[in-house]
């Protein structure tokens, strides 16, 4: 069945409405007679997606640096509350209907200091409940995620979730030849794990693109010593 979300926006006194297959064209008709003429966004995000500045001499020297496409305030559906959201550049899974295929590239987008990023990530100009890292696939940089996740933590970041096309049992067999991925694991607090498959995508659930996504609550599955799913 079709569902479609609201979510009230109290900060930017709005309606975010969200629907995970296409609703008829009757109901965008009747939302608007309703709640007034909308603002697309896209994939339930801010439509600006703001590039970082291009970086200094000091910057660039820097060993750290990871290459994204650019990063956004206000998401309200990347995770609980409101998200500052980084979009890494490249990904090799290439799924069939991945809704991100500019971010499949591995030369695009910019390359910039985790320092930075993380600054423009935790402006203080804007509210946030936590960062979010998507793209692209975060975990095809390990090294500049790993770096990035503790420059959060230690810029004072509260709550960091990190969405992944490989699922948690395949990036922990990566581990074994990739120890920073066990670290970043140890690190965020959210996993959003597994490729996006086009034929479920009607089955998505919160914050996926499809059914078979998981949104796993890191501490308490290591806890646990079983996957829990966030609640
Ligand atoms: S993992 Fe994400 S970014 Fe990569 S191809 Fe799949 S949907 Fe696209």
């Not at 670290?183 to 078979?212: C, F, K, Q, R």
Request: aromatic share 6%; hydrophobic share 35%; charged share 25%.
């Amino acid at each position: 069945m079709p569902e479609i979300t609201f979510i009230v926006d109290e900060l930017q006194d709005a309606i975010l409405v969200e629907d995970n297959q296409d609703y008829r064209l009757d109901a965008t008709h009747h939302l608007r007679s309703v709640l007034g003429e909308g603002q697309e966004i896209g994939c339930a995000r801010p439509l600006e997606i703001i590039k970082p500045p291009i970086a200094s001499p000091e910057e660039t020297a820097e060993r750290t640096s990871v290459r994204i496409a650019g990063y956004y305030h206000n998401s309200l559906t990347e995770g609980p509350g409101r998200r500052s959201s980084v979009l890494f550049q490249f990904c090799p899974l290439k799924c069939k209907g991945c809704y991100v295929p500019q971010l499949h590239d591995k030369k695009s987008g910019t390359s910039v200091s985790v320092k930075r990023l993380a600054e423009l990530l935790l402006d203080s100009e804007y509210k946030r409940d936590g960062v979010t890292i998507l793209g692209g696939e975060p975990f095809a940089q390990t090294d500049g995620l790993f770096a990035l996740v503790k420059e959060l933590r230690k810029q004072g970041c509260p709550h960091i979730v990190c969405y992944s096309g490989y699922t948690l049992k395949a990036l922990i067999e990566k581990s074994a030849k990739q120890p920073l991925i066990s670290a970043v694991l140890n690190e965020i607090d959210i996993l959003i794990d597994g490729a996006y498959i086009e034929s479920l995508a009607g089955g998505a659930g919160l914050w996926t693109g499809s059914g078979n996504q998981r949104v796993i609550d890191l501490a308490a599955t290591k806890q646990q010593n079983q996957i829990v799913l966030y609640s």
